[in-house]
């Protein structure tokens, strides 16, 4: 038996929170598989020459599907965080990974 998903297009993440701070993700990663909510990681490192000069900035971006918006932003509502911990993004993502 064989599958085609190449007529499939499904592009419904948004880009939800950035966080700077890995235990403040770490925090958010154990909340969403906790309450079963999809995610990927999208990585914005600085530049060489933002880190020759010390401006070292690397920024994660969680990206999740759409329809867990809602319970996503509940969750995040719950968890012992500042707003200065992460950024509400809460578009949607302009790549295409396929």
Known sequence: MDF???DVKV???IEFCSVWDE???MMIERA???NRISYYEKWNDSSFFSRLFGE???KCTL?????QMEKAVEI???LPLNRKDYEM????NDKTFF
């Open 4 to 6: 085609d998903f190449s």
């Open 11 to 13: 592009h419904n993440e």
């Open 23 to 25: 235990d403040v993700k």
């Open 32 to 34: 969403f598989l906790k």
């Open 56 to 58: 070292y900035d690397s």
């Open 63 to 67: 990206c999740i599907n759409k329809l």
């Open 76 to 78: 995040m509502e719950e």
């Open 89 to 92: 993004v809460l578009k949607r």
